[in-house]
T-cell receptor
Framework: SQTIHQWPATLVQPVGSPLSLECTVE??????LYWYRQAAGRGLQLLFY??????ISSEVPQNLSASRPQDRQFILSSKKLLLSDSGFYLC??????????FGAGTRLSVL | AQSVAQPEDQVNVAEGNPLTVKCTYS??????LFWYVQYPNRGLQFLLK??????LVKGSYGFEAEFNKSQTSFHLKKPSALVSDSALYFC?????????????FGGGTRLMVKP
């Protein structure tokens, strides 16, 4: 069966520090991968998606970037965090025309 | 552009009563529709989906949803609510022309089931 791992679960970082959140998927090949941010426990904002290794599409311009160095690995990064980067970050995967499956999320607090 | 509306920020229901969480959508062509549930500080869990076929879709934990093309709605239902159903519920739509399999999510509806 397929599983998705996302870590860390919580992270507290100072403003201006770098960020690296990692997501890996097991049990499937060539999945579509997604990064979302959820603010205040409500709506989801799609940040990035990837349909293959090295293929990243950005949905909104911001202080973040994403990379997909391996088929089942998706990384969310920032060189310098802003206060506004605080939120709940969710990674998800899907196969073509299928539902998306989500990781447990990372709660990021930028202080 | 596709969109999803969940008109109720919160739905309150007594345990044992039927519940409905509303969702309407707008998309070009035939939609793929989904419901997800989110418990506090957790990721979203897939409940059910409509792709084609029977308009009444059954999913996890006793939930079901009815696809109504004329009303462009996909309301989530359960015959008898449990306190443990209290959570945040999201409706989502996928446009068939969407090459990245991206979903558009509604703003979410908080379901509160009182004992």
């Amino acid at each position: 069966s397929q599983t998705i791992h996302q870590w860390p679960a919580t992270l507290v970082q100072p403003v201006g520090s770098p960020l690296s959140l990692e997501c890996t998927v097991e049990g499937t090949s060539n999945p579509n991968l997604y990064w979302y941010r959820q603010a205040a426990g409500r709506g989801l904002q799609l940040l990035f998606y990837s349909v293959g290794i090295g293929q990243i599409s950005s949905e909104v311009p911001q202080n973040l970037s994403a990379s997909r160095p391996q088929d089942r690995q998706f990384i969310l990064s920032s060189k310098k965090l802003l206060l506004s980067d605080s939120g709940f970050y969710l990674c998800a995967w899907s196969v073509l025309r299928g539902e998306q499956y989500f990781g447990a999320g990372t709660r990021l607090s930028v202080l | 552009a596709q969109s999803v509306a969940q008109p109720e920020d919160q739905v309150n229901v007594a345990e044992g009563n039927p519940l409905t969480v509303k969702c309407t959508y707008s998309v070009s062509g035939n939609p793929y529709l989904f419901w997800y549930v989110q418990y506090p500080n957790r990721g979203l869990q897939f409940l059910l989906k409509y792709i084609t076929g029977d308009n009444l879709v059954k999913g996890s934990y006793g939930f079901e949803a009815e696809f109504n093309k004329s009303q462009t709605s996909f309301h989530l239902k359960k015959p008898s609510a449990l306190v443990s159903d209290s959570a945040l519920y999201f409706c989502a739509v996928r446009d068939l022309n969407n090459a990245g399999n991206m979903l558009t999510f509604g703003g979410g509806t908080r379901l509160m089931v009182k004992p």
